[in-house]
């Protein structure tokens, strides 16, 4: 089993940043393609970021590259969404997921594919 518990969502002006943590607990940690994904109201959960167990494998949504960047630290446990440049369309409450693979390059873009998910924290971007 592994939980995941993300924080530092808030409030920022447009052209802001912020850093989303999400950290895990559970045994191979390092073994798990980690996710991001948001749910903007209304709207399906979609796909924001991903990031490999193995170091530098990382893909993104059209709508946040160059902007947004995932990073892992597995002696912590821990995936952060580096979130820069935002948008009001980014406004969403945002998601981590977990997904045990065999394979040290692999990852989803589905949110079907994901076991584990967090309770999801707030960003709101005002224009």
């Known amino acids: 089993q592994v939980q995941l518990v993300e924080s530092g969502g808030g409030q920022v002006q447009a052209g802001g940043s912020l850093r989303l943590s999400c950290a895990a607990s559970g045994r191979a940690f390092s073994s798990y393609a980690m996710g991001w994904f948001r749910q903007a109201p209304g709207k399906e959960r979609e796909f924001v970021g991903a990031?490999?167990?193995?170091?530098?494998?990382?893909d993104y949504a059209d709508s946040v590259k160059g902007r947004f960047t995932i990073s892992r630290d597995n002696a912590k446990n821990t995936v952060f969404l580096q979130m820069n440049g935002l948008k009001p369309e980014d406004t969403a409450v945002y998601y981590c997921?977990?997904?045990?693979?065999?394979?040290?390059?692999?990852?989803?873009?589905?949110?079907?594919?994901?076991?584990?998910w967090g309770q999801g924290t707030q960003v709101t971007v005002s224009s």
């Open positions: 997921a977990a997904v045990r693979t065999l394979y040290s390059g692999t990852y989803s873009t589905t949110p079907g594919a994901y076991d584990y």
């Open positions: 990031i490999a167990w193995s170091i530098g494998r990382t």
